[in-house]
């Protein structure tokens, strides 16, 4: 079966440290796969994606993510955490497949700690 | 450029009322259109999804249902509605192999 796993509903990071937001995946087609984040009251932003060109997918503000296929993972990092940057990120994974569906998983909540 | 319209933004509807949501698309042709809701701490659900006009598949069983009649409109329904029907309803759409594009979202509360 066909799913994504966010593994922390909710992260604390001290602004100017690293940010890590954890997703996995299951499934044996190959993926297209998208960070999106939500702030407060607002609606659903693409950070980035990767649609099987380079691994390492540089996004806005400066997210990046890679795609660890042995892993089937798609972590989400930021070098330095702004308080800018609280609000829901959801990882969201596509299969390739007759189906064709956008599955996401269930968020996590970033806070950022002065 | 491609659009998405969805209304009303807003709903308020007694217990064992009809419901209909509309999205619409412009701008692209033969996409694929979803239906989710949004509930806090349940991220977004898949509720329908469309890969053609008449194609529709259910990812989970419940009392609305999905329907489209022309290439780029999406309509949401339910014959009677619930309280567990409320949450916020997002329309969206997508070619492979790119992200899905989202709606303003549906704001449904049933009393």
């Known amino acids: 079966a066909q799913s994504v796993t966010q593994l922390d509903s909710h992260v604390s990071v001290s602004e100017g440290t690293p940010v890590l937001l954890r997703c996995n995946y299951s499934?044996?087609?190959?993926?297209?796969l998208f960070w999106y984040v939500q702030h407060p009251n607002k609606g659903l932003q693409l950070l980035l994606k990767y649609t099987s060109a380079a691994t390492l997918v540089k996004g806005i503000n400066g997210f990046e993510a890679e795609f660890k296929k042995s892993e089937t993972s798609f972590h989400l990092t930021k070098p330095s955490a702004h308080m800018s940057d609280a609000a829901e990120y959801f990882c969201a994974v596509r299969f390739m497949n007759r189906d064709d569906k956008i599955i996401f998983g269930k968020g996590t909540r970033l806070h950022i700690l002065p | 450029s491609q659009t998405i319209h969805q209304w009303p933004a807003t709903l308020v509807q007694p217990v064992g009322s009809p419901l209909s949501l509309e999205c619409t698309v412009e701008?692209?042709?033969?996409?694929?259109l979803y239906w989710y809701r949004q509930a806090a701490g349940r991220g977004l659900q898949l509720l329908f999804y469309?890969?053609?006009?008449?194609?529709i598949s259910s990812e989970v069983p419940q009392n609305l249902s999905a329907s489209r009649p022309q290439d780029r409109q999406f309509i949401l329904s339910s014959k009677k509605l619930l309280l567990s029907d409320s949450g916020f309803y997002l329309c969206a759409w997508s070619v492979w192999p790119s992200e899905a594009f989202f709606g303003q979202g549906t704001r449904l509360t049933v009393v």
């Open positions: 499934s044996s087609y190959s993926p297209s």
């Open positions: 469309s890969v053609g006009i008449g194609q």
């Open positions: 701008g692209t042709s033969n996409p694929n």
